[in-house]
């Protein structure tokens, strides 16, 4: 069974595979809230693999830049990314 919600919040996750997420089709909420996440880089870690992905929460984390396409093939119109 896939899930279609990953709650990976308060866990001190630092750095995250490029395939972590990648055979999580239905996956439509991820949380990683409250970890020690210091950058999203796409060439590191993508979301395009989750194309059901409508909720990625990464709030209370040491993120300090973004690539702006980041989250361009992140689900669908109505997805939302809170920081």
Do not use: C
Not at 23 to 39: A, G, P, V, Y
Request: net charge neutral; aromatic share 8%; hydrophobic share 40%.
């Amino acid at each position: 069974m896939v899930p279609r919600e990953v709650y990976l919040q308060n866990n001190l996750i630092s750095d995250i595979e490029p395939s972590a997420f990648r055979n999580l089709f239905n996956l439509s909420i991820l949380n990683l809230e409250n970890n020690k996440l210091t950058r999203l880089d796409p060439s590191q870690i993508t979301f395009q693999h989750l194309p059901s992905l409508t909720r990625l929460n990464l709030q209370n984390n040491e993120i300090q830049s973004i690539k702006m396409w980041s989250f361009i093939t992140m689900g669908s119109p109505g997805s939302t990314v809170t920081m």
